[in-house]
């Protein structure tokens, strides 16, 4: 029988990572790769019976491919610490291994709950991030921020039916929280372009409008209007913190004041 490894990153995720190991304790091993964090995620990581290895962050896509070279089974299964394996999941992935799969990597499809519903729209259901479960060595995650793959022996990619269920958010803060992360690490992307107001505002305007007008997040009522500001957020500072890296926005006041000089205006005597 083949075996499976999960993957999990995490940086202070000590409140969700010990539910995300609960549901995937039917793997064979559970890796956490933990970036300083600050908080108790190791302690819980470790209690829950994972292993944990510390690796920087500096991408995602490095992130998870490092998360991924600690591991030693024959498949992985990624996973962040705001998802949850369900049971029908694992029975398919379980059943599917088993088959000798043509596939060497698998989308799974997730199930996004937020402000006490089950999200319709905004494009988050079905939603898919790059492929989350695959065999060991057969592909790499490459990307700054929203991750894309590259297939190590071209092998192909496939879809699972059933989803992981997904807790995006606690709160408000932590919708800043990623606005805030998310813009940071996304301006690098923006190194070799021009940033004006008027690029940041109407990226950030299509941001709204695509989530929550073409992607039906209307349907979700505060929830889709929250997610559809969140992403409008998110691009508006991307954008403007990409203009900030251009200027040379040094303090005002750069003249050393002495207790012992004359008033400004004052003509000094003799002089």
């Known amino acids: ?67 991924a070279d600690a591991c030693t089974s024959d498949w992985i299964l990624s996973l962040d610490t705001d998802e949850r394996c369900t049971a029908e999941l694992r029975d398919e992935i379980l059943a599917l291994i088993a088959s000798n799969p043509d596939c060497d990597a698998y989308y799974v499809p997730r199930r996004n709950y937020f402000m006490g519903r089950w999200i319709k729209g905004s494009g988050w259901y079905p939603n898919y991030r790059p492929p989350q479960l695959y065999r060991r060595g057969s592909m790499r995650y490459k990307g700054i921020i929203h991750e894309e793959v590259d297939m190590v022996r071209g092998g192909k990619i496939g879809k699972l039916r059933n989803a992981l269920w997904q807790y995006p958010f606690d709160s408000f803060e932590e919708i800043l929280d990623k606005a805030n992360r998310y813009s940071t690490v996304g301006a690098r992307k923006l190194e070799h372009k021009r940033v004006t107001l008027g690029t940041a505002f109407g990226h950030a305007t299509w941001a709204f409008v695509k989530h929550y007008f073409f992607k039906v997040g209307f349907i979700d009522g505060w929830a889709g209007f929250v997610i559809a500001m969140g992403n409008f957020e998110g691009t508006f500072y991307r954008y403007a913190k990409r203009y900030q890296q251009t200027q040379d926005w040094g303090p005002p006041m750069r003249e050393t004041i002495r207790k012992d000089e004359p008033p400004k205006g004052t003509k000094t005597p003799g002089v």
């Open 1 to 67: 029988m083949p075996t499976i490894s999960t993957s999990i990153i995490a940086k202070n995720q000590a409140q969700k990572s010990g539910d995300a190991i609960n549901t995937v304790l039917w793997t064979d091993e559970i890796v956490v790769a933990d970036s300083a964090s600050a908080d108790d995620t190791v302690k819980v990581a470790e209690a829950h019976g994972a292993r944990v290895v510390q690796i920087p962050l500096t991408t995602f896509s490095e992130l998870r491919n490092r998360a």
